[in-house]
């Protein structure tokens, strides 16, 4: 292999991540499963030491490229010759970390994945958005589970027209690690459940949102106005840990989401269920390689990640033939994978289309979280997204 076939790695500089952090290293393993990033330094923890010693004991990295803070990451990485240098910052920190790093990284003229909800506040999204169109830069969220073949069929069986007008949505994500009082002494449920850290929300603005932008990102139709109750169970909280929602769809279609972290012993129950004048479907998170698809006259079907039938998104997010489960890591990877192009083409002054959820979509997260408290705190008057 000539020096000139060794394909040059999209290089990754990673914020948050750090020792005993939850999806820092998930986002690693994602961005370098399809062999297309390499993740070349980092800011991994508020704590100097801590981050330094996490990147080069998690990750393997060079001291030079394990920073102290963020804002030395920026610094010194501008300052590398354009070759060397990390192409894109991936954020990985508690909510309230969000907007600064990416507002600055933006700024020095990197561009940004970053993890959900976008921001702490609306209007955070919203300066963050303007900031992203005058600066040029890409801007990625990770709502990873558009990820998924399977949710790309279901995206695609909508837009074919094969099941009609969509009619009713039910999108559920229910988990049961918050069912008892575990915020001291654990790091994820500590910032979840504080407002300062978290946001708004608890429940809704971890999960909820997720829920939110698959139904979105499936069936093609935005959430016109929503309804809620929200419930904090576990005494001493200060955020929800479980709600319902009634939704309006712009187009007619009516539907429920509802989120609990409190849903005991669920492990993470994210599901949808659609149905049009002509057919349904419904996707769980849990067995992701299906898609169980009905129809009012026949048997159901069930449809499967690499196999036959597929439409041409479904195939494309698949990577092995059919009966070898893809999961979780594959449907990350996924963004990855496509967020990798678009820096590609933009490094060669050009453009190519990805699907990846993007700044609007961060903006359409805060909105629906921001309504949902409102309409729970005046006792569920219907707000209007
Ligand atoms: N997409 C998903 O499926 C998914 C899943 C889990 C979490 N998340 C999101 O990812 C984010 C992190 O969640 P988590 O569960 O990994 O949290 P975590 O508490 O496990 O990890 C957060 C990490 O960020 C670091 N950090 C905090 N402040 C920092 C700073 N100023 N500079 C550098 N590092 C800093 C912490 O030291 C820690 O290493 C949250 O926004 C959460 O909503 C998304």
Redesign the pocket.
């Known amino acids: 292999m000539t020096a000139q076939s060794v394909i040059e790695k999209v290089r990754m500089g990673m ?10 290293p ?1 986002h690693r393993m994602a961005a370098e499963l399809d062999g297309q990033i390499r993740l070349v330094c980092g ?5 100097a030491d ?2 330094r010693r ?1 990147g080069q004991q998690m990750y393997g990295l060079p001291a030079e490229r394990c920073y102290g ?2 804002t030395e990451m920026l610094e010194r990485e501008v300052a590398l010759p354009v070759g060397r240098r990390m192409d894109f910052v991936a954020i ?4 309230h ?2 907007f600064p ?1 990416a507002s600055a990284a933006l700024g020095a003229g990197f561009h940004v994945i970053c ?3 976008v921001t702490l506040s609306l209007d955070e999204a919203l300066i963050l958005a303007e900031q992203v169109r005058t600066s040029g830069c890409l801007f990625g969220l ?3 589970y558009t990820g998924y073949p399977m949710v790309k069929e279901a995206r695609a069986l909508v837009a074919s027209g094969a099941i009609g007008k969509v009619r009713r949505v039910v999108a559920e994500y229910v988990q049961g690690w918050l069912a008892t009082r575990a915020e001291e002494g654990n ?2 449920a500590s ?1 979840r459940t504080d407002p300062v850290r978290s946001g708004a929300a608890g429940c809704f ?2 999960i909820g949102t ?1 829920a939110e932008n698959l139904l979105e990102y499936v069936t093609g139709l935005e959430i016109e106005s929503l309804c809620a109750d929200l419930t904090t169970f576990v005494s001493g909280r200060a955020l929800e840990d479980d709600g319902n929602v009634l939704l309006r769809m712009k187009g007619g279609a009516r539907g429920v989401l509802f989120a609990s972290q409190v849903a005991v012993g669920e492990e993470n129950g994210l599901k949808l269920r659609v149905y049009g004048e002509s057919g349904g479907f419904e996707w769980s998170q849990i067995e992701p390689n299906s898609l169980i698809v009905r129809w009012p006259d026949r048997p159901f079907e069930v449809r499967r990640t690499g196999g036959a039938g597929l439409s041409a998104p479904a195939r494309d997010a698949a990577r092995l033939p059919a009966g070898h489960p893809e999961g979780y890591l594959e449907a990350f990877a996924e963004l990855y994978r496509q967020f990798a192009a678009a820096v590609r083409a933009r490094s060669e002054g050009g453009e190519v289309p990805v699907d990846v959820p993007d700044i609007g979509d961060g903006v359409r997260g805060m909105q629906f979280i921001e309504a949902v408290v409102e309409s729970s705190r005046q006792g569920g008057v219907w707000q209007t997204l």
């Open positions: 914020v948050g991540g750090g020792e005993g952090s939850f999806i820092g998930v800011a991994f923890s508020s704590d801590i981050s996490s803070s963020y990985t920190t508690p909510n970390v969000h790093v993890d959900k909800p990770t709502h990873n790091k994820q910032w603005g971890d997720h």
